[in-house]
């Protein structure tokens, strides 16, 4: 496709710079990271929400047997919807909430590497989650489930729609506008994960503040670190498997097909060879959260730093090697299963030296039972059991029965909900006045978690009995007299008490926002530097940039020779890519000040800018121009392919920061 | 509540030591005071879902005691070391690690699963091995059903859908296809070919063959559903496997090499004719019925009345949920291959007398 922008000739851009620093455009405009993470927490917090609402449609339908409140459509674009949109539009975007909030924060220094990636980054994954949900007006959502596995995804559920042949062509057309929003809806969000990731691996390598070392870095980071390697590596094979998917249902390639020499079991492959290291992109910021939440309320330091460091990187590295556990029962042959069966085993080891490690930290503190520590300890105590039932599916003979039922349904939302949602709510009550100045309220947050905890085992505890008496997933309705009766309507209370527990979260947010108790900088009594700026920071983050000579550094200046054992003393210096002296934003060698920076003139922040956002826009425009045809295809993909060149050549000639403000 | 066979008064003696913990469990499955339980994985019926079975419950213990250990150090932990609110404001000592606990609880664990990976993958190959002497059937899966063809000496050539007959005590090798419509169309969908109570499940994978061996220890009646999601009436794609004493098997499979009987007269005789004239033969055989032999999109018809269940065994064979099925499967089973041939009352009565008539 040609495309001629009008490209601005000078570096002036086609645009005058933003300037507004309050109001709407100022925040479609901003660079700012912590702008960044609240846009991306609110999102994804709507997005959680509307995979929560999808959540109890499902239970409705299954609380009693032969229901009709579903059709089996409507039922299987829901749990398909459920599990993309907690996945990739709620859990992932909430986690890269907190890593742009944080991280700049966490390791001192002003912004993110690439502030105006970020800000793309976070446009790209609102367009994506607009995109796909646009499907419900353009002949329905995804309805494969969230793995969409091959064949089904070419021949679709209702491959002979007999009754006249206007209807089958509605079937097979929807069909696959159904596989365009779910190949072009989760590549457009890969994009934007993948973009962060590269911003997320160069802002810690590079822009640590002065004597931060990488084993001084707070533990989140290192769990921000981590997850951005495995994003990075995996986003890619999913990318691949996805564009060859377009290509099958949208313009006829036969990567998949088995009818046509394809093959299904390579789209499983690609699928899990992402999907594995994908549960711990979801799971280890969580465990990070909780690893900063669980010292700060001990009053100890993390036990086992060390341990904890390459712990993760274990966990991540193994994560790699274990998919085809997946797959056991898609017939791999003996070999493979036993080989993935030991790998999948051995993931236990690092992860139970994360359970003791923050049992150790716990273990002779003096523990404030506040929220932000009742969600961290509920995030140990609900993981070890996701964990647990995680063993069991490592032996290949028994996950022979226990594949595929809601034995794994259970499972995996011990995992992800009793791991990540509660180590991300851990993370909302610890860091909300850091981002506010205004503490959540303690009461309303214990009845939170309360309610929370409680909802959240009798919705998914009684799974592990139905799969063990043979219910499987997936399926829209159950007969009378399989046994399953009574759990499942037990489970669908259960979801209406998480509901509940949410309502209440809602409540207290929506309380605190008009009279909450002001935080100060440091309410917690906090360890990491983070705490040192005011709350919520300014938006060059640090008057100076500290200087860093301890892991927990804020401590450290805050009880050197004052507990009753002194701290442990770390040579002091520089981390070997940076000259102490420099601070942390002249490495982004930028000459200038951006806007209202007036008083802090030394301070140079990057500026606002309008090209991230546009060509975030051109994404979903030429996604729509797939799933069209005739000439709207054309001039769909023709718009949308020009709106992401003249976006990206904006950016390119665009100063980061303007010379004059 | 519908009427199940009685099972066979004397259980299988083959129970581990761990039955105590099945007894646990099956309590609580039980709650609600539902005592049928179908598809439950914890009452095994064979050899196969037996080895299954008891590798599940070390796993099991092991996990349970390792739970009791983490949630009991999780909540003493907790109250022992909170903070009383008393005057006492002094910090903890800062400990940041203890090399030898690390050490200890990174070997341990690791020390187990060791141990649990010798009989796994012991158990993994035993269960791939071709048995001997196995009843032979081919298995296709379809959108939504299954049919089954025996392969082997006895029946050769005897096709029928959803309930697969078997006898007791002998191993039945099956293999493994998911095709579209016809025999020969690749065109199909993942299935998994699931039987609780007497082996783990087997996905069936279009353009592939998959093998398994199934055993049933007792005659009786074992249900299985497809475990692998395959379109929107996966929840409806169930069957059943009839294990039978050998001298019982063997007279039913004599039974299904007979052709099926025209009816002499009257409704039946009429909706003998609407069969061929409705173009119901072009998908069901009917063996012994001119022109039937080779159509099978649909389940083979030749012996409907043995089936105790039919449409993905979903639905009672029963006149009135024939006469609810012909008149508009697709509401009965959404996404089904089978046609709303828009027939009139009449003629779906005569289709239901004549659908009687094949014993």
Not at chain 1, 4 to 14: D, F, G, I, L, N
Not at chain 2, 150 to 163: F, I, L, S
Not at chain 2, 197 to 211: M, N
Request: with cysteine; aromatic share 12%; proline share 7%.
């Amino acid at each position: 496709m040609a495309v001629t922008a009008q490209e601005p000739v000078t570096r002036r851009s086609a645009f005058r710079r933003p300037t507004a620093e309050t109001g709407i455009w100022s925040w479609i405009t901003t660079v700012d990271h912590k702008r960044i993470g609240i846009l991306y927490w609110l999102t994804a917090f709507f997005f959680f929400l509307v995979g929560g609402i999808e959540a109890l449609l499902i239970r409705v339908q299954l609380s009693r047997p032969e229901n009709t409140l579903l059709s089996a459509d409507a039922y299987n674009q829901l749990f398909t919807m459920h599990g993309l949109t907690m996945i990739f539009f709620a859990l992932m975007p909430l986690g890269a909430a907190f890593f742009n909030y944080l991280l700049p924060l966490q390791i001192g220094a002003r912004d993110v590497a690439f502030p105006r990636l970020n800000a793309f980054s976070y446009w790209v994954f609102l367009s994506a989650g607009i995109f796909i949900y646009s499907g419900v007006l353009l002949g329905g959502l995804p309805d494969g489930g969230w793995f969409n596995y091959a064949p089904l995804n070419l021949i679709g559920p209702d491959p002979t729609a007999t009754e006249a042949a206007g209807q089958i062509a509605v079937a097979e057309a929807n069909h696959i506008s159904r596989m365009v929003f779910y190949s072009i809806g989760l590549q457009i969000a890969g994009i934007a994960s993948l973009a962060s990731s590269v911003n997320f691996i160069v802002t810690i390598l590079n822009m640590r503040a002065p004597g931060m070392t990488l084993m001084r870095l707070p533990i989140f980071t290192w769990a921000t670190f981590v997850t951005s390697f495995l994003m990075l590596f995996a986003m890619p094979v999913i990318g691949v498997a996805l564009w060859q998917l377009m290509f099958d249902v949208r313009f006829g390639t036969n990567f998949f097909n088995p009818a046509a020499g394809g093959d299904p079991v390579l789209w499983q492959h690609m699928f899990w060879l992402f999907g594995h290291p994908e549960v711990y992109i979801l799971i280890l910021p969580a465990f990070g959260i909780v690893s900063e939440v669980l010292p700060v309320f001990a009053r100890k330091p993390l036990f086992g730093y060390s341990a904890m460091v390459f712990s993760l990187i274990a966990i991540a590295f193994l994560g790699w090697g274990v998919w085809a556990h997946h797959m056991f029962a898609a017939g791999l042959g003996p070999v493979a299963n036993a080989a993935f069966g030991l790998s999948t085993m051995f993931i236990a080891v690092p992860t139970g030296v994360k359970i003791f490690n923050w049992l150790g930290t716990l273990w002779g503190g003096r523990i404030r039972l506040t929220t932000p520590l009742l969600f961290g300890v509920g995030l140990v105590a609900m993981f070890t059991i996701g964990g647990l039932s995680g063993v069991t599916h490592s032996i290949v003979p028994s996950n022979y029965q226990q594949t595929d039922t809601y034995y794994v349904v259970a499972h995996f939302h011990y995992v992800m909900f009793g791991g990540s949602i509660f180590g991300l709510f851990a993370g909302t009550y610890y860091w909300f006045p850091k981002v506010t100045g205004r503490l959540l309220d303690d009461r309303l947050g214990k009845l939170h978690f309360w309610l929370m905890l409680i909802g959240f085992n009798v919705t998914f505890g009684p799974m592990h009995l139905l799969g063990m008496d043979g219910m499987p997933r997936r399926i829209y309705t159950y007969a009378d007299g399989m046994g399953w009766n009574f759990w499942n309507l037990i489970e669908t209370i259960g979801a209406f008490i998480i509901a509940a527990s949410i309502a209440v979260f809602i409540a207290n947010l929506a309380i605190t926002r008009r009279r909450g108790e002001p935080a100060g900088d440091d309410p917690w009594d906090a360890r990491t530097v983070e705490w040192m700026t005011t709350s919520p920071p300014p938006h060059y983050n640090f008057e100076e940039v500290p200087q860093i000579s301890a892991r927990d550094e804020l401590w450290h200046r805050k009880y050197v020779g004052g507990a009753t054992r002194p701290p442990v003393r770390v040579p002091a210096g520089a981390s070997p890519d940076h000259d102490p002296g420099e601070s942390a934003v002249d490495d982004q060698a930028q000459p200038a000040h951006g806007p209202g920076h007036t008083g802090h003139a030394d301070i140079h922040m990057p500026s606002p800018s309008y090209y991230p956002v546009i060509a975030a826009a051109g994404m979903p425009i030429a996604g729509w121009g797939v799933y069209a045809g005739g000439p709207v295809q054309v001039a769909l993909l023709a718009l949308g392919g020009l709106l992401i060149l003249s976006g990206l050549f904006g950016w390119v000639l665009e100063p980061s920061a303007e010379e004059h403000a | 509540m519908r009427a199940r066979r009685p099972r066979g008064a004397a259980r299988s003696a083959r129970r581990g030591v761990w039955s105590w913990a099945a007894i646990a469990l099956s309590g609580l499955l039980l709650a609600g005071c539902q005592t049928d339980h179908p598809q439950n994985t914890l009452t095994p019926q064979g050899p196969v879902a037996d080895l299954q079975q008891n590798l599940w419950y070390v796993v099991f213990v092991i996990a349970v005691v390792v739970f009791i250990l983490v949630q009991g150090l999780i909540l003493y932990a907790v109250f022992r070391f909170r903070d009383r609110g008393d005057d006492d404001q002094s910090i903890p000592k800062q400990v940041a690690g203890n090399t030898r606990l690390e050490i200890m609880w990174t070997i341990i664990p690791a020390i187990i699963l060791a141990a649990i990976a010798v009989p796994t993958v012991k158990t993994i190959f035993d269960l791939a091995a071709v048995p001997s002497d196995a009843l032979q059937v081919r298995v296709i899966g379809k959108q939504y059903w299954w049919e089954f063809e025996y392969t082997g000496e006895e029946g050769q050539g005897v096709v029928t859908a959803n309930e697969l007959h078997i006898p007791v005590d002998r191993p039945v090798y099956l293999t493994m296809e998911s095709l579209g419509q016809q025999p020969t169309d690749p065109t199909g969908v993942i299935h998994s070919f699931w039987v609780p109570k007497l082996a783990g499940k087997q996905d069936v994978v279009p353009g592939h063959q998959r093998t398994m061996t199934i055993e049933a220890s007792e005659p009786g009646k074992y249900e299985g559903t497809c475990a692998e999601f395959c379109g929107l009436s996966h929840a409806n794609m169930r069957f059943a496997v009839v294990a039978e004493e050998t001298a019982d098997f063997e007279a039913w499979i004599q039974s299904q090499t007979e052709p099926a009987a025209s009816p002499t007269g009257g409704l039946a005789a009429r909706g003998e004719q609407l069969f061929t004239e409705r173009t119901c033969i072009a998908c069901h055989a009917i063996t012994g019925y001119e022109g039937g032999d080779e159509a099978r999109v649909g389940p083979d018809l030749t012996h409907f009345q043995q089936r105790e269940k039919f449409a993905g065994y979903i639905l009672e064979n029963n006149p009135e949920n024939l006469t609810a099925w012909l008149k508009n499967p697709q509401a009965v089973k959404p996404g089904s291959q089978m046609p709303n041939l828009q027939l009139s009352d009449a003629d779906v009565d005569a289709l239901v007398a004549y659908l009687r008539t094949l014993e």
